[in-house]
Each structure stands twice: as structure tokens, then as C-alpha cells.
């Protein structure tokens, strides 16, 4: 009788846990994800119409370093300072190189580290940008008048005059002064007083910390070379590594708590706006997809995108060969700036990394948050900014650093 008890009771709780393995199994569509590590961020921004994602995402990416230096302390920086020096600092090297470079919004993440070292970081409440009315829309970045006025001005320098005066940057300076806010020379934070330098300085930032690493074949690995993208114009001088380096340094320091800037091409179709970037391939996309051929050559890009990006679906394998064709062909371009602070798998046990975007959280499914697959890290990553000590002690050796 106890024996039949038993077994009756293993009998109910094997179907028990049966039914709920059953509920927890993810189905054959759409994406699971599950947390490995991740490290601490401040909150989603919005660059809204604003090329500044450069900016969102390496001060983002500074955010979270001052977290990490300073116990969890968060803090919030205006974006509009470093823009405001960074343009204008532009514009002079345009300038002097007689418009044969490119004045546009765009820049890299060395730009912030730039102003970092020579004029500092300000709080967001000291500098927000100009707001041009009332209501929700009305607070976030829209600098199309802005560039248009700009880059009209830079271009006027140039056009048959054969001498400028020594006023021309204060007058490209009150532009930006109009549209963005005058950059604050002192602050008070906690009663203290600060300078920008100042400021960053009490926060344990130190350009010199940081430094860019890329992996491209056309130049040596180990050594330093200036990627050659329309927004390094600071010449930037990033470290060269092998792909397999690149991915070690990257899983290496977030697994040791550590973000860093993401410079990537998002350009790809299957990089969509909702919070997912994978890599499947598209010539297979009938058989990835279980589509009848002629019914997948009928259908536009968008409607592809969507069939490949429904659910985890076998990924293209990326070689060092294939990053430096894209390069050299233009398929990979510095399209956008985000910070990356975490990895996740999928149902499947694919891996993935969790980014941190700048176009706000609205309509997104994972609210501002991507989740970027192993490939396509691989594929379109042009460079990464991080702390020099989140690189193994292996690669820093080879690097000199």
C-alpha cells in the first residue's frame, strides 16, 4: 500500500514537472534571453535627431567607469559640452586642411576622450541644450538647423577668400553658443566648486586610461595605425589585433566588469530597430526560414529582415578575411556608437551582447537595450574604446601597453 502511495505521488510530480518544463520551454519562435554578466549602466538616452550618437554612447560608457571607480556612484554628463568643443575643433582642422576633409556631426569615441583631457566633462544639469518649446519633443537633441548653419559657415571660410580674420572661431563658437548653451567655465557640485577638468578629474577619469583597439589586416597586428573612417579626424591611433584578440578582450573585460564604447556598422539588414542584431545568411534565407524559394526571392528587404529575425537562426561564420572585405569594400562603414556591458544566451545557447543604444526606449522591446550576436560583433565591429587594464595581460604584453 506505502509502496503504491509512492509511486503514485513520483508518478503526479513527474507529470507536474513535466507540465511546467513544458510552460518554461521557450517555443520554436522568437527570442529568450538569459543574463551571463553584466556590468552596471546609467540610464537610456535619446539622441533623438542629433548625429551625436559618438558622444551618447562613450559618455555613457564614462558613466559607467565612474561607477566602477567610485563605489556606484552615478553620475549624468552633458552631452552638448563635448559636441560643442568637439565641432568647433573640427571646423578648424577643416579649415586648415581647405575643406579637402568632411564637416559633418558625426565623430568617434577618441572625440570625448579628447575633451576629457583638455576641457574636461561637465554634469547634464549645467549644460542640457538649448529647448526650443514646451512640450515632450521639444527636450530632445533636433540639430538639423544647427548642422545646416554650421557647416554653411565652415564652407563660406573657403569660398575665394584669401586671408581670415582672427575672429572667425568665436563667430563658428556663437553658433554653437546659440543652439546648444554657453560652455560653463565653473560649477557648483555638492557645494564644491569645479572647473570641467576639475570635475572629471574628481571622478578618477584619466584619458590617458583608455585607448582604442581595432583589427583590420591591411596595416600590422600588434601596432598602432590611424583607421582610416571620414570620423577619426583626430587621427586617432588604435592598437591592431587579430579578430580572435579582439573578441578576447571583449568578453574578457566584461567579465571583469568592465563596458566599452562600441564603434560599429549597423547598416546590416538584420540589425533591426527593435533590439536584436544577428548575422544569418541571407543566400540561405529560404532554407533557414523554411520558405519555399520563389516565395522568398518575392519578398522586399524589410519583409526579409522580419523572416530572419524571428528567431534564433544558424549564423554566418565570420573570419578575418571576410571583416577586412566588408572594410575594403565599403560594407562596413563607422555608422553608429553604442556601449556594450553585458552578455546573454538565447533558448538555443547561442551567445550574445548586450548594448546599450541612444535612441530611447519607446517601442522597444528591450528598451533601448540590443542584444548583438557573437557573429555580428564579429562582423561590424570597426573599434572598441576601453580601459587599458580591462585587455588580458597576454594582449597588453604584445601591445606594449
Not at 552638448?80 to 575643406?99: K, P
Not at 526560414?289 to 530572419?308: F, Q, V, Y
Request: proline share 4%; glycine share 6%; aromatic share 12%.
Amino acid at each position: 500500500m506505502r509502496k503504491a502511495f509512492l509511486l503514485s505521488v513520483l508518478a503526479i510530480s513527474s507529470l507536474v514537472m513535466a507540465q511546467n518544463d513544458s510552460i518554461q520551454q521557450p517555443q520554436d519562435s522568437g527570442f529568450v534571453f538569459t543574463t551571463i554578466d553584466s556590468v552596471g549602466i546609467t540610464p537610456v538616452k535619446n539622441q533623438f535627431r542629433s548625429g551625436t550618437c559618438w558622444c551618447f554612447s562613450t559618455l555613457g560608457f564614462l558613466e559607467s567607469e565612474v561607477m566602477r571607480l567610485n563605489d556606484g556612484k552615478q553620475v549624468d554628463f552633458s552631452e552638448m559640452f563635448v559636441v560643442s568643443h568637439t565641432m568647433v575643433d573640427r571646423a578648424e582642422y577643416v579649415v586648415r586642411m581647405y575643406q579637402t576633409a568632411q564637416f559633418a556631426a558625426g565623430g568617434s569615441a577618441y572625440d570625448v576622450i579628447y575633451c576629457l583631457k583638455h576641457y574636461g566633462l561637465v554634469p547634464q544639469t549645467e549644460m542640457p541644450g538649448i529647448l526650443y518649446g514646451s512640450t515632450p519633443a521639444d527636450t530632445l537633441p533636433v540639430h538639423n538647423e544647427l548642422d545646416a548653419v554650421a557647416a554653411g559657415y565652415v564652407k563660406a571660410l573657403n569660398r575665394g577668400l584669401k586671408k581670415l580674420t582672427p575672429v572667425w572661431k568665436k563667430g563658428l563658437q556663437a553658433v554653437y553658443d546659440t543652439y546648444l548653451g554657453k560652455c560653463p567655465e565653473t560649477f557648483t557640485v555638492d557645494g564644491v566648486e569645479y572647473t570641467p577638468l576639475t570635475y572629471a578629474a574628481s571622478l578618477k577619469l584619466k584619458a590617458d586610461d583608455y585607448v582604442s583597439i581595432t583589427s583590420y589586416t591591411h596595416h600590422p597586428f600588434y601596432e598602432r595605425f590611424v583607421l582610416e573612417v571620414p570620423d577619426n579626424w583626430r587621427m586617432d591611433q588604435m592598437y591592431n589585433v587579430p579578430l580572435q584578440d579582439l573578441m578576447d578582450i571583449i568578453d574578457y573585460a566584461i567579465a571583469h566588469g568592465y563596458t566599452m564604447a562600441w564603434g560599429a556598422d549597423v547598416s546590416e539588414t538584420c540589425f533591426t530597430r527593435k533590439g536584436i542584431a544577428v548575422m544569418p545568411d541571407e543566400t540561405k534565407g529560404a532554407d533557414l526560414t523554411g520558405s519555399d524559394m520563389a516565395h522568398w526571392l518575392g519578398l522586399s528587404a524589410n519583409e526579409k529582415r522580419d523572416e530572419l529575425t524571428k528567431k534564433p537562426l544558424p549564423e554566418l561564420l565570420i573570419t578575418q578575411e571576410m571583416r577586412q572585405k566588408a572594410y575594403d569594400n565599403w560594407e562596413t562603414t563607422d555608422d553608429h556608437g553604442m556601449q556594450i556591458f553585458g552578455t546573454a544566451r538565447d533558448q538555443k545557447g547561442n551567445l550574445y551582447y548586450m548594448v546599450k543604444n541612444s535612441w530611447g526606449t519607446d517601442r522597444m522591446d528591450y528598451k533601448g537595450i540590443w542584444y548583438v550576436s557573437r557573429a555580428f560583433m564579429e562582423y561590424k565591429t570597426n573599434d572598441i574604446l576601453v580601459h587599458k587594464d580591462a585587455i588580458p595581460k597576454k594582449i597588453r604584453k604584445k601591445l606594449g601597453i
